[in-house]
């Protein structure tokens, strides 16, 4: 499986995983737990917006679609005003083309399908943060 580089030289990744179920944030933190990340969490879009706004050297953004009092979707757009380098993953249960254009016209720079599989998501993360192989000394 696939670490992050965790030499003293380099930098530690900030993300942010914004889904309203706890058991999806809980998959998706073990998932990231081999990697020298800083993780980050918010329930809904609202609180995703503002952690955006709190956190100036967030890496990345890992967020569900259907979530209550804003969306994924809505949120995503909102974000990309403000910080439009930052790339936003967007995780859903749909796979329908309609899904995946409304996913890429809000600004989304990828999407994962839930239910999640690790190689998908160490696929998808790599896109956006560099990985490598592991090494004992790395693995936790």
């Known amino acids: 499986m696939p670490v992050l580089d965790t030499s003293p030289n380099v930098i530690t990744y900030k993300i942010l ?5 706890p058991n999806n944030k809980e998959i998706l933190s073990l998932y990231l737990r081999c990697f020298n990340v800083e993780i980050h969490t918010a329930s809904n879009g609202h609180e995703a917006l503002d952690k955006v706004d709190q956190i100036n050297d967030l890496s990345l953004v890992i967020m569900d679609i259907n979530m209550p009092l804003m969306t994924g979707l809505e949120a995503c757009r909102e974000m990309k005003k403000s910080r439009p380098d930052l790339p936003v993953i967007i995780n859903t249960a749909h796979s329908t083309e309609e899904d995946h254009q409304n996913i890429f016209e809000a600004g989304a720079d990828d999407s ?3 239910p999640y599989r690790r190689e998908a ?12 192989s592991p090494t004992r000394s790395n693995i936790r």
């Open 121 to 132: 998501f160490i696929s998808a993360l790599n896109r956006f943060i560099p990985v490598r």
């Open 112 to 114: 994962l399908l839930k």
């Open 17 to 21: 995983i914004v889904d309203d179920d």
